[in-house]
């Protein structure tokens, strides 16, 4: 039956970035299908939020304080995950983080500016995946789930460090795939498009008005996917980027959304 | 212990789905599929003369969940498809899904191929699509919404030799697909894709004693074929309210094939 093979009771899943926004969303969503979850992040206070969110879905919630461009703490997280549970099922790597609507130009990028952009959004999945892949090997079962980014597929002005990471994010999967397929272990990219966590980010994508469906994501709104790339019903998928962006991608920014016939009058309000 | 909520986002029940190319194995796997998630279908042929395997198709979809109509057609003709469409919605009681699995697989040299290869294999493959997509687009548009599946492959974005034309058509099926996405994007119309990979059914040139098939398996990451029931989750995830944020997207179903070099 396909909507037993979208459960996922029994399963113990990591989320990186678990303490806010996406993560959080994806992990309540996890439990709300059965998975016991394993939150990490580095504010404990937001973990603690999480944790107690996942408790009520009557499944349970073991919390890490993790920095995950510290690789010695990606290591101890699945540790303490085959430790407390015996098994590691899941793995989304969504900690990271970008800022959009900064201005910097390309000579005032320091050297520890590009690192710090690139460890915090493809290092970290790099050390994630690292650090489950003995144990997936050994159980000869796993899903990965990378958190990618538009701007993995396409430029963006003064986009540098959060691109390159993000691009590197589709190349790790795809490369994870095709490594660990022989493992029955399954890795795919979810692409978001704009889901936003703030003011700024609201006012930067103009509400919405440029994605083609005219509004931007909610955070619930990445649950069943990563439900469903958890899941059994997925089995097949594999290195498979899927986008979940109201159609930005499937036409481009700007103009979208639009007809041509109205494309110059939206071009005059940008 | 709290029972797993799974179901319930991922649960057609309610919903009314017309399966197009409904004698083909991805069809046919595709209403199975549907049905099971509890939705009411209605099974329409590619092509005229098949009321006897819908009939059997339609004993799977039964067993699965729920009794379907049946309807023959040409998906060829504008005239089928466009009452298809209307007595879907009459006996589902609106159009809410549309999987369209036109396929009509065709190999042979290029050089082979004369005009009349051409206006064939794109009427099969990309016409049939694209009017079903029309007619089916016309009645959601008139009911404020719906969601539409086309059935591609990943020769949509990889070339092969010995099939320019089928590859051809499958490629203008994908961004046929995003741009129908985009054009309906605000009138509550979802309009997605799945790329099946080499499959395992009657039809496919991959499962044969010979050279091809075997280079073909070895390539694969997973050395197998696709089973057509394998499309199951990404359909049902691609119908379901879930998913209400993703249009004009596809997604592949081939273990990894188009990840690799």
């Known amino acids: 039956m396909i909507l037993d093979s979208l459960k996922l009771d029994g399963k113990v899943a990591i989320i990186t970035g678990a303490g806010r926004g996406l993560g959080r969303a994806m992990a309540l969503k996890l439990a709300d299908a059965g998975a016991d979850i394993v939150a990490a992040a580095r504010t404990q206070s937001q973990l603690d939020e999480t944790a107690e969110a996942v408790r009520k879905t009557g499944r349970k919630c073991l919390i890490v304080p993790t920095d995950v461009t510290v690789s010695a703490q990606v290591n101890a997280l699945a540790a303490a995950t085959v430790k407390q549970f015996g098994k590691i099922d899941i793995l989304v790597n969504n900690a990271g983080g970008g800022d959009d609507s900064r201005v910097v130009q390309l000579p005032e990028i320091t050297d520890d500016e590009w690192r710090r952009g690139i460890d915090t959004n493809l290092s970290s999945q790099f050390y994630g995946c690292r650090a489950v892949i003995p144990q997936m090997v050994k159980q000869k079962r796993g899903k990965i789930i990378n958190i990618a980014s538009g701007y993995g597929l396409r430029g963006g002005k003064h986009n540098f460090m959060y691109a390159c990471a993000k691009g590197g994010t589709i190349q790790l999967t795809r490369s994870m795939a095709l490594t660990y397929a022989q493992f029955n272990i399954q890795t795919n990219c979810i692409v978001p498009g704009v889901f936003p966590h703030d003011e700024a980010t609201k006012q930067f994508f103009k509400g919405g008005k440029f994605i083609p469906v005219g509004r931007m994501g909610e955070d619930r709104e990445l649950g069943p996917l990563a439900v469903f790339l958890a899941s059994d019903a997925s089995n097949h998928i594999n290195g498979e980027l899927i986008a979940i962006d109201g159609g930005g991608l499937a036409g481009g920014i700007a103009p979208t959304g639009v007809s041509p016939e109205s494309s110059k009058q939206m071009a005059v309000e940008k | ?261």
């Open chain 2, 1 to 261: 212990m709290a029972s797993s909520n799974a179901s319930n986002d991922f649960s057609l029940q309610g919903k009314g789905a017309l399966v197009v190319g409904a004698e083909h194995s991805v069809g046919c796997a595709a209403a199975v599929t549907l049905a099971e998630a509890g939705a009411r279908v209605v099974l329409a042929s590619q092509e005229p003369g098949t009321d006897k395997r819908l009939k059997e198709v339609a004993k799977l979809v039964n067993a699965a969940g729920t009794k379907p109509v049946i309807r023959v057609q040409d998906a060829a003709m504008r005239a089928d498809l466009s009452a298809t469409a209307d007595l879907a919605a009459k006996e589902l009681g609106g159009l809410h899904i549309l999987v369209n699995a036109l396929d009509t697989p065709a190999y042979g040299p290029a050089e082979a191929d004369d005009d009349t290869a051409f206006d064939k294999i794109m009427e099969n493959n990309l016409k049939t699509v694209w009017m079903s997509c029309q007619e089916g687009g016309r009645v959601m548009l008139r009911q404020g919404g719906g969601v539409i599946v086309n059935i591609t492959s990943v020769l949509a974005e990889r070339g092969v030799p010995n099939a320019a034309l089928y590859c051809a058509a499958k490629a203008a099926v994908l961004n046929l697909t995003r741009a129908l996405a985009l054009e309906w994007a605000r009138k509550g119309i979802r309009v997605n894709a799945i790329e099946a990979g080499w499959l395992d059914d009657e039809s496919s040139p991959a499962n044969k004693d010979d050279e091809f098939s075997k280079t073909i398996l070895k390539y694969l990451p997973y050395h197998r074929l696709v089973k057509p029931e394998e499309l199951g989750g990404a359909l049902l995830y691609l119908v379901s309210p879930g998913a209400g944020f993703v249009t004009g997207e596809s997604i592949a179903v081939d273990g990894g094939l188009r990840a690799r070099v």
